[in-house]
């Protein structure tokens, strides 16, 4: 005769094991109903033509200065003073430190900011800044005119408002 243990193992696998074996109902994905997020798509659309509408701002404000602007494909404007010494000098790069001066202007001409400063290429607080100090060498100053986007942004600074297009005059000095 079975013993009381092995009754109690028998009900338990029945109680618990059997049940346990049958399959799982599927799931419906939960990406199923494709939604798009209609509201970030028209932002999306509204800061692309915005940012379309400074390049062209951008662009009219070059044509009617005197001075040998060139495109750089990052969206910014130079215009670079070069010395035959830095003709063929090595340019700056990410990682370099140098000591520089440099001043923000509106288009029209209001002073923003005036710095000066020792920088870390790659580490500036404009992304504007950043490009034009790659494409300058040691002891050299450049006018940079640089779009919103890739200035103060959206939400611009204490000084200067948002999706406001600038001018920077940069000095670079030693590089470390």
Known sequence: MMNIRQLIIIIFIVIVGLPSCHRTRP??????????????????LLNQRMAEAADTELASFVEKTQLPF????????TCCKQTEEQVGADRLKAGDKVWLDWQTYSLDSVKIEDNSCELEVGKA?????????????ENQHCTVIAPWYLCYGSTGSKRVG???NIR?????????
């Open 27 to 44: 799931q419906s994905p939960s990406n199923k109903y494709k939604s798009t997020d209609t509201e970030a798509v028209a932002l999306l």
């Open 70 to 77: 060139v495109w750089q494909e990052s969206h910014i404007w």
């Open 125 to 137: 607080a404009l992304q504007a800044l950043d490009i034009a100090l790659e494409s300058m060498s």
């Open 162 to 164: 948002p999706y406001k």
């Open 168 to 176: 920077i005059e940069i000095t670079t000095k030693n590089k470390r």
